[in-house]
Protein backbone atom coordinates (compact mmCIF):
# COMPACT_ATOMS: atom_id res chain seq x y z
CA UNK A 1 0.00 0.00 0.00
CA UNK A 2 2.98 2.51 0.93
CA UNK A 3 4.51 1.79 -2.86
CA UNK A 4 1.26 2.13 -4.07
CA UNK A 5 0.81 6.15 -2.08
CA UNK A 6 4.23 7.05 -3.24
CA UNK A 7 3.67 6.13 -6.99
CA UNK A 8 0.36 7.74 -7.12
CA UNK A 9 1.69 10.41 -5.41
CA UNK A 10 4.69 11.12 -7.63
CA UNK A 11 2.64 11.03 -10.30
CA UNK A 12 0.36 13.64 -9.36
CA UNK A 13 3.36 16.03 -8.73
CA UNK A 14 4.84 15.08 -12.60
CA UNK A 15 1.28 15.80 -13.72
CA UNK A 16 0.83 18.43 -12.05
CA UNK A 17 4.00 20.13 -13.04
CA UNK A 18 3.09 19.13 -16.75
CA UNK A 19 -0.32 20.71 -16.35
CA UNK A 20 1.11 24.26 -15.35
CA UNK A 21 3.85 23.92 -18.31
CA UNK A 22 6.37 22.03 -16.39
CA UNK A 23 8.50 22.25 -13.41
CA UNK A 24 10.06 26.06 -12.31
CA UNK A 25 13.20 26.18 -14.30
CA UNK A 26 16.45 25.06 -12.03
CA UNK A 27 18.29 27.84 -10.85
CA UNK A 28 22.11 27.80 -11.70
CA UNK A 29 23.43 28.73 -8.61
CA UNK A 30 20.75 26.97 -6.55
CA UNK A 31 21.30 24.25 -4.00
CA UNK A 32 22.01 20.70 -4.33
CA UNK A 33 19.03 19.16 -2.51
CA UNK A 34 20.42 16.06 -1.15
CA UNK A 35 17.77 13.23 -0.03
CA UNK A 36 18.60 10.67 3.03
CA UNK A 37 16.31 7.70 3.80
CA UNK A 38 16.64 8.73 6.96
CA UNK A 39 19.50 10.21 9.45
CA UNK A 40 19.08 7.59 11.57
CA UNK A 41 21.43 4.53 9.29
CA UNK A 42 24.99 5.20 11.15
CA UNK A 43 26.96 4.30 8.31
CA UNK A 44 25.13 7.16 6.26
CA UNK A 45 25.38 9.30 8.55
CA UNK A 46 28.99 9.52 8.11
CA UNK A 47 28.67 10.01 4.16
CA UNK A 48 26.20 12.81 5.27
CA UNK A 49 29.07 14.63 7.14
CA UNK A 50 31.78 13.77 4.52
CA UNK A 51 29.52 15.05 1.59
CA UNK A 52 28.46 17.98 3.61
CA UNK A 53 32.13 19.02 3.94
CA UNK A 54 32.89 18.08 0.41
CA UNK A 55 30.11 20.39 -0.67
CA UNK A 56 31.69 23.28 1.71
CA UNK A 57 35.07 22.72 0.27
CA UNK A 58 33.86 22.72 -3.68
CA UNK A 59 31.63 26.30 -2.52
CA UNK A 60 28.75 24.85 -2.94
CA UNK A 61 25.64 24.90 -1.53
CA UNK A 62 23.36 22.38 -0.55
CA UNK A 63 20.18 21.28 1.70
CA UNK A 64 19.74 17.94 3.25
CA UNK A 65 16.34 15.95 3.60
CA UNK A 66 16.13 13.73 5.97
CA UNK A 67 12.59 11.01 4.74
CA UNK A 68 12.56 9.34 7.99
CA UNK A 69 12.30 6.19 5.50
CA UNK A 70 9.17 7.14 4.57
CA UNK A 71 8.62 6.99 0.42
CA UNK A 72 5.75 9.36 0.37
CA UNK A 73 7.47 12.18 2.63
CA UNK A 74 10.71 11.63 0.43
CA UNK A 75 9.04 12.09 -2.73
CA UNK A 76 6.98 15.30 -1.65
CA UNK A 77 10.48 17.11 -0.32
CA UNK A 78 11.99 16.18 -3.83
CA UNK A 79 8.95 18.00 -5.30
CA UNK A 80 9.51 21.28 -2.70
CA UNK A 81 13.29 20.91 -3.36
CA UNK A 82 12.09 21.36 -7.42
CA UNK A 83 9.78 24.27 -6.87
CA UNK A 84 12.24 26.24 -4.59
CA UNK A 85 14.96 25.96 -7.35
CA UNK A 86 17.32 23.27 -6.51
CA UNK A 87 20.18 23.23 -9.32
CA UNK A 88 20.57 18.73 -8.66
CA UNK A 89 19.08 16.30 -6.99
CA UNK A 90 21.22 13.82 -4.92
CA UNK A 91 18.74 10.81 -3.78
CA UNK A 92 19.70 7.88 -1.22
CA UNK A 93 15.96 6.30 -2.37
CA UNK A 94 13.75 5.36 0.62
CA UNK A 95 12.16 2.27 -1.30
CA UNK A 96 15.00 0.23 -2.79
CA UNK A 97 12.79 -2.26 -3.69
CA UNK A 98 10.34 -0.19 -6.11
CA UNK A 99 11.40 0.60 -9.49
CA UNK A 100 8.04 2.68 -10.07
CA UNK A 101 10.09 4.97 -6.63
CA UNK A 102 12.52 5.66 -8.69
CA UNK A 103 11.13 5.90 -11.97
CA UNK A 104 8.39 8.36 -10.30
CA UNK A 105 11.61 10.06 -8.94
CA UNK A 106 13.72 10.30 -11.90
CA UNK A 107 10.33 11.89 -14.22
CA UNK A 108 10.65 14.37 -11.53
CA UNK A 109 13.90 15.33 -12.22
CA UNK A 110 13.73 14.99 -16.00
CA UNK A 111 10.50 17.02 -16.12
CA UNK A 112 12.45 19.52 -14.00
CA UNK A 113 15.82 19.03 -16.69
CA UNK A 114 17.48 18.83 -13.29
CA UNK A 115 20.53 16.64 -13.15
CA UNK A 116 19.99 13.63 -10.69
CA UNK A 117 22.76 11.21 -8.62
CA UNK A 118 21.06 8.20 -6.89
CA UNK A 119 23.61 6.63 -4.56
CA UNK A 120 24.46 4.03 -2.40
CA UNK A 121 20.94 1.90 -2.04
CA UNK A 122 20.55 0.48 -4.95
CA UNK A 123 18.25 1.19 -8.18
CA UNK A 124 17.92 -0.29 -11.70
CA UNK A 125 20.33 0.09 -14.22
CA UNK A 126 17.18 0.34 -16.81
CA UNK A 127 15.94 3.64 -15.16
CA UNK A 128 18.82 5.38 -14.66
CA UNK A 129 20.28 4.77 -18.16
CA UNK A 130 16.96 5.84 -19.40
CA UNK A 131 17.79 9.81 -18.93
CA UNK A 132 21.72 11.52 -20.06
CA UNK A 133 21.85 13.51 -16.34
CA UNK A 134 21.09 10.88 -14.19
CA UNK A 135 23.85 8.55 -12.46
CA UNK A 136 24.42 6.50 -9.51
CA UNK A 137 27.28 5.70 -6.78
CA UNK A 138 27.36 2.37 -5.17
CA UNK A 139 29.03 -0.64 -4.01
CA UNK A 140 29.37 -4.03 -6.00
CA UNK A 141 26.84 -5.11 -3.52
CA UNK A 142 27.64 -8.98 -4.10
CA UNK A 143 31.32 -7.93 -3.04
CA UNK A 144 30.71 -7.08 0.45
CA UNK A 145 28.84 -10.70 0.64
CA UNK A 146 31.61 -12.57 -0.38
CA UNK A 147 34.17 -10.82 1.65
CA UNK A 148 32.52 -11.35 4.52
CA UNK A 149 31.74 -14.74 4.08
CA UNK A 150 35.78 -15.27 3.56
CA UNK A 151 36.05 -13.92 6.56
CA UNK A 152 34.09 -16.01 8.47
CA UNK A 153 34.68 -19.25 6.83
CA UNK A 154 38.30 -18.53 7.84
CA UNK A 155 37.65 -17.27 11.49
CA UNK A 156 35.41 -20.17 11.89
CA UNK A 157 38.04 -22.87 10.78
CA UNK A 158 40.65 -21.97 12.50
CA UNK A 159 38.50 -21.55 15.68
CA UNK A 160 36.28 -24.95 15.47
CA UNK A 161 36.43 -26.51 18.25
CA UNK A 162 36.05 -23.60 20.54
CA UNK A 163 33.12 -22.34 19.08
CA UNK A 164 31.45 -25.28 18.72
CA UNK A 165 29.83 -24.97 22.22
CA UNK A 166 27.99 -27.85 22.25
CA UNK A 167 30.26 -31.01 20.86
CA UNK A 168 28.03 -31.68 18.51
CA UNK A 169 30.36 -30.77 15.34
CA UNK A 170 28.93 -28.31 13.81
CA UNK A 171 28.38 -24.78 14.37
CA UNK A 172 25.02 -23.26 14.67
CA UNK A 173 24.72 -19.03 13.58
CA UNK A 174 21.92 -16.41 13.32
CA UNK A 175 22.00 -14.11 10.40
CA UNK A 176 20.20 -10.69 10.81
CA UNK A 177 18.89 -9.18 7.55
CA UNK A 178 18.17 -5.47 7.34
CA UNK A 179 15.65 -5.25 4.84
CA UNK A 180 13.57 -7.36 2.87
CA UNK A 181 14.10 -6.77 -1.11
CA UNK A 182 16.68 -4.54 -0.67
CA UNK A 183 19.58 -5.72 -3.34
CA UNK A 184 22.63 -4.82 -0.94
CA UNK A 185 20.76 -7.22 1.95
CA UNK A 186 19.54 -10.32 -0.73
CA UNK A 187 23.24 -10.75 -1.36
CA UNK A 188 25.13 -10.04 1.91
CA UNK A 189 22.48 -12.88 3.37
CA UNK A 190 23.53 -15.08 0.74
CA UNK A 191 26.96 -15.27 -0.11
CA UNK A 192 27.82 -14.40 3.82
CA UNK A 193 26.68 -18.23 4.65
CA UNK A 194 27.75 -19.49 1.24
CA UNK A 195 30.89 -18.54 0.66
CA UNK A 196 31.43 -19.45 4.50
CA UNK A 197 30.42 -22.49 4.01
CA UNK A 198 32.43 -23.24 0.57
CA UNK A 199 35.85 -22.39 2.72
CA UNK A 200 34.36 -24.90 5.62
CA UNK A 201 33.49 -27.73 3.50
CA UNK A 202 36.79 -27.67 1.46
CA UNK A 203 38.72 -28.03 4.58
CA UNK A 204 36.05 -31.14 5.61
CA UNK A 205 33.98 -29.22 7.77
CA UNK A 206 30.23 -29.28 8.10
CA UNK A 207 28.32 -26.58 6.46
CA UNK A 208 27.19 -23.89 8.87
CA UNK A 209 23.25 -24.58 10.23
CA UNK A 210 21.03 -22.13 10.84
CA UNK A 211 20.21 -22.62 14.19
CA UNK A 212 16.28 -22.24 13.85
CA UNK A 213 15.20 -25.72 11.79
CA UNK A 214 12.11 -24.24 12.01
CA UNK A 215 13.02 -21.04 10.31
CA UNK A 216 12.87 -21.53 6.24
CA UNK A 217 14.15 -17.81 5.17
CA UNK A 218 17.51 -18.36 7.39
CA UNK A 219 17.50 -15.15 8.74
CA UNK A 220 15.22 -12.58 11.18
CA UNK A 221 14.35 -9.59 9.41
CA UNK A 222 14.60 -5.93 10.20
CA UNK A 223 10.45 -5.81 9.62
CA UNK A 224 10.96 -1.92 9.99
CA UNK A 225 13.95 -2.12 6.98
CA UNK A 226 16.04 -0.25 8.89
CA UNK A 227 18.64 -2.00 9.88
CA UNK A 228 18.95 -1.08 13.12
CA UNK A 229 20.75 -2.00 16.47
CA UNK A 230 17.22 -1.76 18.08
CA UNK A 231 16.11 -4.52 16.01
CA UNK A 232 19.27 -6.67 16.09
CA UNK A 233 19.22 -6.54 20.07
CA UNK A 234 15.85 -7.30 20.31
CA UNK A 235 15.84 -10.62 17.80
CA UNK A 236 19.00 -11.68 19.56
CA UNK A 237 17.19 -10.72 23.33
CA UNK A 238 14.36 -13.43 22.53
CA UNK A 239 16.51 -16.08 20.49
CA UNK A 240 18.95 -16.34 23.79
CA UNK A 241 15.90 -17.02 26.25
CA UNK A 242 15.35 -20.74 24.12
CA UNK A 243 18.60 -21.17 22.75
CA UNK A 244 21.70 -20.53 25.41
CA UNK A 245 24.76 -22.47 26.79
CA UNK A 246 22.20 -24.34 29.70
CA UNK A 247 20.10 -25.81 26.87
CA UNK A 248 22.90 -27.00 25.12
CA UNK A 249 21.56 -25.24 21.89
CA UNK A 250 23.99 -21.83 21.77
CA UNK A 251 23.69 -19.56 18.84
CA UNK A 252 27.70 -19.90 18.34
CA UNK A 253 28.13 -17.47 15.50
CA UNK A 254 26.38 -13.87 14.79
CA UNK A 255 26.29 -12.36 10.90
CA UNK A 256 24.46 -9.38 10.54
CA UNK A 257 24.21 -7.45 7.03
CA UNK A 258 25.34 -4.18 8.51
CA UNK A 259 27.17 -3.09 12.04
CA UNK A 260 24.57 -1.86 13.39
CA UNK A 261 22.93 -5.03 13.81
CA UNK A 262 25.68 -6.35 15.27
CA UNK A 263 26.11 -4.14 17.60
CA UNK A 264 22.18 -4.68 18.92
CA UNK A 265 23.25 -7.94 18.91
CA UNK A 266 26.76 -7.83 20.81
CA UNK A 267 24.56 -5.48 23.74
CA UNK A 268 22.07 -8.34 24.06
CA UNK A 269 25.13 -10.92 24.28
CA UNK A 270 26.71 -8.78 26.49
CA UNK A 271 23.97 -8.57 29.08
CA UNK A 272 23.55 -12.18 28.82
CA UNK A 273 27.02 -12.42 30.07
CA UNK A 274 28.89 -13.13 27.15
CA UNK A 275 31.81 -11.08 25.32
CA UNK A 276 33.01 -9.11 27.70
CA UNK A 277 36.61 -10.22 29.44
CA UNK A 278 36.87 -13.68 31.10
CA UNK A 279 33.69 -14.75 29.31
CA UNK A 280 32.42 -17.12 27.04
CA UNK A 281 32.85 -15.37 23.06
CA UNK A 282 30.08 -15.21 20.28
CA UNK A 283 31.95 -14.27 17.14
CA UNK A 284 30.19 -11.07 15.33
CA UNK A 285 30.39 -10.39 12.26
CA UNK A 286 29.09 -6.89 10.30
CA UNK A 287 29.53 -4.45 7.40
CA UNK A 288 30.58 -1.40 7.50
CA UNK A 289 33.04 -0.33 9.62
CA UNK A 290 31.42 2.33 11.90
CA UNK A 291 33.47 3.57 14.50
CA UNK A 292 31.36 2.18 17.25
CA UNK A 293 32.02 -1.26 15.14
CA UNK A 294 36.14 -0.28 15.28
CA UNK A 295 35.56 0.43 18.60
CA UNK A 296 34.05 -3.17 19.38
CA UNK A 297 36.59 -4.75 17.05
CA UNK A 298 39.21 -3.37 19.16
CA UNK A 299 38.28 -4.29 22.72
CA UNK A 300 37.24 -7.59 21.59
CA UNK A 301 33.74 -8.13 21.89
CA UNK A 302 33.09 -8.05 17.91
CA UNK A 303 35.30 -9.70 15.34
CA UNK A 304 35.01 -8.22 12.48
CA UNK A 305 33.59 -6.34 9.39
CA UNK A 306 33.50 -5.14 5.98
CA UNK A 307 34.97 -1.23 5.40
CA UNK A 308 32.26 0.39 3.43
CA UNK A 309 34.55 3.81 2.29
CA UNK A 310 32.25 6.29 3.71
CA UNK A 311 34.32 9.39 2.19
CA UNK A 312 34.84 7.46 -1.25
CA UNK A 313 31.48 7.29 -1.80
CA UNK A 314 30.71 11.34 -0.38
CA UNK A 315 33.63 12.37 -2.53
CA UNK A 316 31.89 10.64 -5.88
CA UNK A 317 28.57 11.86 -5.26
CA UNK A 318 29.78 15.49 -4.73
CA UNK A 319 32.06 15.20 -8.23
CA UNK A 320 29.83 13.46 -10.21
CA UNK A 321 27.12 16.25 -9.48
CA UNK A 322 29.28 19.08 -9.99
CA UNK A 323 30.49 17.29 -13.48
CA UNK A 324 26.51 17.33 -14.25
CA UNK A 325 26.18 21.14 -13.15
CA UNK A 326 29.54 22.12 -15.72
CA UNK A 327 28.32 19.83 -18.46
CA UNK A 328 31.23 17.33 -18.24
CA UNK A 329 31.16 13.91 -18.55
CA UNK A 330 29.56 12.49 -15.49
CA UNK A 331 32.78 10.40 -14.00
CA UNK A 332 35.09 12.31 -15.06
CA UNK A 333 37.59 12.54 -12.33
CA UNK A 334 35.66 9.97 -10.18
CA UNK A 335 37.60 7.34 -7.87
CA UNK A 336 35.74 4.04 -8.44
CA UNK A 337 35.24 1.08 -10.77
CA UNK A 338 33.10 2.09 -13.82
CA UNK A 339 30.17 -0.03 -14.33
CA UNK A 340 28.89 0.53 -17.67
CA UNK A 341 27.82 4.34 -18.68
CA UNK A 342 25.57 4.65 -15.38
CA UNK A 343 27.47 3.82 -12.16
CA UNK A 344 30.22 3.81 -10.31
CA UNK A 345 31.51 1.48 -7.60
CA UNK A 346 33.18 1.94 -4.06
CA UNK A 347 35.41 -0.38 -3.40
CA UNK A 348 34.69 -2.85 0.13
CA UNK A 349 37.80 -3.95 2.05
CA UNK A 350 37.84 -6.54 5.15
CA UNK A 351 37.98 -4.59 8.78
CA UNK A 352 39.36 -6.86 11.57
CA UNK A 353 41.42 -4.63 13.60
CA UNK A 354 45.25 -5.69 12.31
Not at 105 to 133: G, T
Not at 246 to 256: P, Q
Not at 331 to 341: C, I, M, N, S, Y
Amino acid sequence: MKKIIAMLLALAMVLSLAACGGAPAAKADGEVAVFWYTFGDTYLSSVRAAMNEAFAAAGVKYQDYDANNSQTTQTEQIQTAITKGASALVVNIVDASSDDATQAILDMAKNANLPIVFFNRSVSEAIVSSYDKAAYVGTDYTMAGHMQGKMIGDYVLANYDALDLNADGSISYVMFKGQEGNMEADARTQFGVEDADAVLTAAGKPALVFYDEANAAKYLLDQNGAWSAAQGQEHMQTLLSKYNVDNGNMVELVIANNDDMALGAISALQAAGFNTEGKTYIPVFGVDATDAAKEKIADKSMTGTIKQDAVGMANAVVLIAQNFKDGKPAFEGVTGDLEGTWRINIPYAPYTGE
